[in-house]
Nanobody
Framework: QVQLVESGGGLVQAGGSLRLSCAASGRTFSTYAMGWFRQAPGKEREFVAAIIWHGGATYYSDSVKGRFTISGDGAKNMVYLQMNSLKPEDTAVYSC?????????????????WGQGTQVTVSS
């Protein structure tokens, strides 16, 4: 079992920045990757970014590439999402997730554990 708790969401003006944190506990040593997903009202859940623990490779959706940065601290079991140049269309509930197996990191169904999410609202 892995428990995930997100924090750092809030209200920010367009062009601003936020840093989301995800604290992991439990069987974190066996996870393969961590991802961030988001879901806006009335829309499907969307892949945002992912990081592979071994090697540190990172992946981003086209919509956030160049603006968001995912990072991790294995010693602290933390994953972060630095979000810069925020846009109103970034407004959503952001959730972190953990997966045990390799494969396309953008596939939400391949993640076994999810946090409760944190709201990010970007005003225009």
């Amino acid at each position: 079992q892995v428990q995930l708790v997100e924090s750092g969401g809030g209200l920010v003006q367009a062009g601003g920045s936020l840093r989301l944190s995800c604290a992991a506990s439990g069987r974190t040593f066996s996870t393969y990757a961590m991802g961030w997903f988001r879901q806006a009202p009335g829309k499907e859940r969307e892949f945002v970014a992912a990081i592979i623990w071994h090697g540190g490779a990172t992946y981003y959706s086209d919509s956030v590439k160049g603006r968001f940065t995912i990072s991790g601290d294995g010693a602290k079991n933390m994953v972060y999402l630095q979000m810069n140049s925020l846009k109103p269309e970034d407004t959503a509930v952001y959730s972190c997730a953990a997966r045990y197996y390799s494969g396309p990191v953008s596939v939400a169904n391949d993640y076994s554990y999810w946090g409760q999410g944190t709201q990010v609202t970007v005003s225009s």
